[in-house]
Protein backbone atom coordinates (compact mmCIF):
# COMPACT_ATOMS: atom_id res chain seq x y z
CA UNK A 1 0.00 0.00 0.00
CA UNK A 2 1.25 3.58 -0.59
CA UNK A 3 2.80 5.16 2.51
CA UNK A 4 4.35 8.56 3.28
CA UNK A 5 6.24 8.48 6.32
CA UNK A 6 7.34 12.18 7.40
CA UNK A 7 9.89 13.29 10.27
CA UNK A 8 9.21 13.80 13.20
CA UNK A 9 8.63 17.48 15.13
CA UNK A 10 10.54 20.13 14.93
CA UNK A 11 11.14 22.67 17.38
CA UNK A 12 13.26 25.60 16.61
CA UNK A 13 14.19 29.15 16.80
CA UNK A 14 13.34 32.46 14.41
CA UNK A 15 16.01 32.55 11.40
CA UNK A 16 16.99 29.33 11.95
CA UNK A 17 16.49 26.14 9.24
CA UNK A 18 14.56 22.82 9.18
CA UNK A 19 14.02 20.18 7.44
CA UNK A 20 11.31 17.54 6.75
CA UNK A 21 11.80 14.41 4.97
CA UNK A 22 9.03 12.01 3.31
CA UNK A 23 9.93 8.54 3.04
CA UNK A 24 7.85 6.74 0.52
CA UNK A 25 6.73 3.54 -0.34
CA UNK A 26 4.08 1.09 -1.86
CA UNK A 27 4.82 2.68 -5.65
CA UNK A 28 6.94 3.99 -8.35
CA UNK A 29 8.32 7.25 -6.65
CA UNK A 30 9.69 8.30 -10.36
CA UNK A 31 6.46 8.35 -11.26
CA UNK A 32 4.75 10.88 -9.60
CA UNK A 33 5.26 14.19 -7.93
CA UNK A 34 5.27 15.22 -4.33
CA UNK A 35 4.03 18.45 -2.99
CA UNK A 36 4.50 20.00 0.62
CA UNK A 37 1.29 21.70 2.03
CA UNK A 38 1.27 23.03 5.63
CA UNK A 39 -1.57 24.16 7.74
CA UNK A 40 -1.21 27.17 10.37
CA UNK A 41 -3.21 26.32 14.52
CA UNK A 42 -6.42 27.10 13.31
CA UNK A 43 -5.94 27.93 9.31
CA UNK A 44 -6.17 26.59 6.11
CA UNK A 45 -4.50 24.54 3.88
CA UNK A 46 -1.27 26.56 1.93
CA UNK A 47 0.03 24.99 -1.11
CA UNK A 48 3.71 25.47 -0.66
CA UNK A 49 5.76 23.75 -3.51
CA UNK A 50 6.20 20.41 -5.74
CA UNK A 51 8.70 18.94 -7.82
CA UNK A 52 8.17 16.23 -10.21
CA UNK A 53 10.36 13.58 -9.48
CA UNK A 54 10.20 12.02 -12.45
CA UNK A 55 11.77 15.06 -14.20
CA UNK A 56 13.63 17.19 -11.21
CA UNK A 57 11.52 20.75 -11.66
CA UNK A 58 10.44 22.37 -9.03
CA UNK A 59 7.88 25.69 -8.57
CA UNK A 60 7.00 27.17 -5.46
CA UNK A 61 4.33 29.30 -4.18
CA UNK A 62 5.57 33.25 -4.79
CA UNK A 63 5.12 34.02 -1.22
CA UNK A 64 7.89 31.14 -0.08
CA UNK A 65 10.10 31.29 -3.14
CA UNK A 66 13.92 32.03 -1.80
CA UNK A 67 13.20 30.29 1.70
CA UNK A 68 11.51 26.95 0.43
CA UNK A 69 13.56 24.11 -1.15
CA UNK A 70 12.07 20.65 -2.05
CA UNK A 71 14.52 17.49 -3.35
CA UNK A 72 13.78 14.26 -3.90
CA UNK A 73 16.57 11.04 -3.35
CA UNK A 74 15.82 8.69 -6.01
CA UNK A 75 17.45 5.88 -4.23
CA UNK A 76 16.05 6.03 -0.83
CA UNK A 77 12.61 7.41 -2.77
CA UNK A 78 12.42 10.38 -0.24
CA UNK A 79 11.52 13.93 -0.60
CA UNK A 80 12.68 16.79 1.24
CA UNK A 81 11.54 19.86 2.29
CA UNK A 82 14.23 22.71 3.41
CA UNK A 83 13.06 26.03 4.81
CA UNK A 84 15.10 28.75 5.37
CA UNK A 85 14.94 31.72 8.03
CA UNK A 86 12.20 30.81 9.60
CA UNK A 87 9.61 33.31 11.48
CA UNK A 88 7.32 32.44 13.87
CA UNK A 89 4.27 32.42 11.36
CA UNK A 90 6.26 29.30 9.95
CA UNK A 91 4.80 27.42 13.06
CA UNK A 92 2.48 24.98 11.11
CA UNK A 93 1.91 21.63 10.72
CA UNK A 94 3.65 20.26 7.32
CA UNK A 95 2.62 17.80 4.96
CA UNK A 96 3.95 15.81 2.20
CA UNK A 97 1.40 14.56 -0.72
CA UNK A 98 2.20 12.31 -3.56
CA UNK A 99 0.62 14.47 -6.67
CA UNK A 100 -0.56 12.75 -9.73
CA UNK A 101 0.23 14.52 -13.15
CA UNK A 102 -1.65 15.33 -15.88
CA UNK A 103 -4.54 17.72 -15.77
CA UNK A 104 -6.82 15.39 -13.72
CA UNK A 105 -4.20 15.85 -11.33
CA UNK A 106 -4.78 15.59 -7.28
CA UNK A 107 -2.78 15.06 -4.14
CA UNK A 108 -3.91 11.85 -3.48
CA UNK A 109 -2.08 10.49 -0.31
CA UNK A 110 -0.87 12.56 2.16
CA UNK A 111 1.80 11.80 4.81
CA UNK A 112 0.70 11.82 8.47
CA UNK A 113 2.37 15.84 8.95
CA UNK A 114 4.71 16.91 10.84
CA UNK A 115 4.66 19.85 13.19
CA UNK A 116 7.37 22.56 12.94
CA UNK A 117 6.79 24.70 16.21
CA UNK A 118 9.04 28.22 15.30
CA UNK A 119 9.24 30.10 18.76
CA UNK A 120 12.39 32.59 20.19
CA UNK B 1 -2.18 33.99 -9.57
CA UNK B 2 -4.46 31.50 -8.50
CA UNK B 3 -7.36 32.75 -6.02
CA UNK B 4 -10.49 30.14 -5.43
CA UNK B 5 -12.92 31.88 -3.19
CA UNK B 6 -15.16 29.59 -0.54
CA UNK B 7 -18.03 30.25 1.18
CA UNK B 8 -16.52 29.79 5.45
CA UNK B 9 -18.83 28.09 6.74
CA UNK B 10 -22.36 26.12 5.72
CA UNK B 11 -25.19 23.90 7.72
CA UNK B 12 -27.19 21.35 6.38
CA UNK B 13 -29.87 19.37 8.07
CA UNK B 14 -29.24 15.41 8.41
CA UNK B 15 -29.89 13.62 5.37
CA UNK B 16 -30.53 16.13 2.90
CA UNK B 17 -28.10 17.74 0.29
CA UNK B 18 -25.79 20.15 0.61
CA UNK B 19 -23.43 21.98 -1.65
CA UNK B 20 -19.92 23.37 -1.62
CA UNK B 21 -18.75 25.73 -4.19
CA UNK B 22 -15.46 26.95 -5.09
CA UNK B 23 -15.26 30.00 -7.82
CA UNK B 24 -12.35 31.39 -9.58
CA UNK B 25 -10.91 32.17 -12.95
CA UNK B 26 -8.44 29.26 -13.37
CA UNK B 27 -11.52 26.54 -13.12
CA UNK B 28 -12.36 27.78 -16.61
CA UNK B 29 -9.20 26.24 -17.68
CA UNK B 30 -8.30 23.55 -14.89
CA UNK B 31 -10.13 20.84 -12.80
CA UNK B 32 -10.59 21.44 -9.28
CA UNK B 33 -9.82 18.47 -6.47
CA UNK B 34 -11.52 18.28 -3.14
CA UNK B 35 -10.35 17.22 -0.02
CA UNK B 36 -11.98 16.53 3.38
CA UNK B 37 -10.07 17.20 6.63
CA UNK B 38 -11.91 16.28 10.47
CA UNK B 39 -10.57 17.78 13.17
CA UNK B 40 -6.87 16.27 14.31
CA UNK B 41 -6.66 14.34 11.25
CA UNK B 42 -5.04 14.35 7.96
CA UNK B 43 -6.88 15.61 4.72
CA UNK B 44 -8.59 13.29 2.50
CA UNK B 45 -9.01 13.49 -0.56
CA UNK B 46 -12.59 13.04 -2.20
CA UNK B 47 -13.22 14.30 -5.28
CA UNK B 48 -11.24 15.35 -8.60
CA UNK B 49 -11.06 15.58 -12.05
CA UNK B 50 -14.26 15.19 -14.31
CA UNK B 51 -15.99 13.96 -11.02
CA UNK B 52 -14.09 11.18 -9.97
CA UNK B 53 -13.77 9.58 -6.59
CA UNK B 54 -11.28 7.43 -5.40
CA UNK B 55 -11.69 4.24 -3.91
CA UNK B 56 -13.22 3.66 -0.97
CA UNK B 57 -15.23 7.47 -0.94
CA UNK B 58 -19.25 7.09 -1.61
CA UNK B 59 -20.69 8.41 -4.68
CA UNK B 60 -22.35 10.47 -2.12
CA UNK B 61 -19.48 12.65 -2.60
CA UNK B 62 -19.59 14.39 -6.43
CA UNK B 63 -18.33 16.96 -8.06
CA UNK B 64 -19.33 19.59 -11.03
CA UNK B 65 -18.06 22.41 -12.86
CA UNK B 66 -19.56 25.34 -14.72
CA UNK B 67 -17.50 28.41 -15.97
CA UNK B 68 -15.20 30.07 -13.10
CA UNK B 69 -17.12 27.90 -10.06
CA UNK B 70 -17.08 24.53 -9.29
CA UNK B 71 -19.18 22.48 -6.63
CA UNK B 72 -18.58 20.09 -4.52
CA UNK B 73 -22.72 18.01 -3.61
CA UNK B 74 -22.72 15.99 -0.23
CA UNK B 75 -26.42 14.30 -0.92
CA UNK B 76 -27.89 12.37 1.95
CA UNK B 77 -25.68 13.89 4.76
CA UNK B 78 -24.59 11.95 7.43
CA UNK B 79 -23.29 13.26 10.92
CA UNK B 80 -19.81 11.90 9.65
CA UNK B 81 -19.57 14.29 7.03
CA UNK B 82 -19.08 17.31 9.42
CA UNK B 83 -15.64 18.78 8.54
CA UNK B 84 -13.90 20.99 6.31
CA UNK B 85 -13.74 21.40 3.01
CA UNK B 86 -10.98 22.66 0.96
CA UNK B 87 -10.39 23.02 -2.99
CA UNK B 88 -7.60 22.94 -5.14
CA UNK B 89 -6.83 23.61 -8.36
CA UNK B 90 -3.83 24.96 -10.75
CA UNK B 91 -3.00 28.45 -11.17
CA UNK B 92 -3.00 30.32 -14.73
CA UNK B 93 0.92 29.46 -15.46
CA UNK B 94 -0.63 26.01 -14.91
CA UNK B 95 3.09 25.22 -13.02
CA UNK B 96 1.47 26.03 -9.13
CA UNK B 97 -1.44 25.20 -6.97
CA UNK B 98 -3.59 26.64 -4.40
CA UNK B 99 -6.02 26.03 -2.04
CA UNK B 100 -9.51 27.65 -1.36
CA UNK B 101 -9.92 29.00 2.16
CA UNK B 102 -12.22 26.16 3.10
CA UNK B 103 -15.71 25.52 4.13
CA UNK B 104 -16.91 24.41 7.50
CA UNK B 105 -19.44 21.84 7.46
CA UNK B 106 -22.20 21.69 10.05
CA UNK B 107 -24.66 19.04 10.08
CA UNK B 108 -27.53 20.12 12.01
Known amino acids: QVQLVQSGPEVTKPGASVRVSCKTS????????ISWVRQAPGQGLEWMGW????????YYAPKLQGRVTVTADTSTNTAYMDMSDLISDDTAIYYC?????????????WGQGTLVSVSS | SSELTQDPAVSVALGQTVRITCQGE??????VSWYQQKPGQVPLLINY???SRPSGIPDRFSGSASGSAASLIITGVQADDEADYYC???????????FGGGTRLTVL
Open chain 1, 97 to 109: TRTTKGRLDSFDY
Open chain 1, 26 to 33: GYTFTSFG
Open chain 1, 51 to 58: IGVYNGKT
Open chain 2, 26 to 31: NLRAYY
Open chain 2, 49 to 51: GKN
Open chain 2, 88 to 98: NSRDSSGNLWA
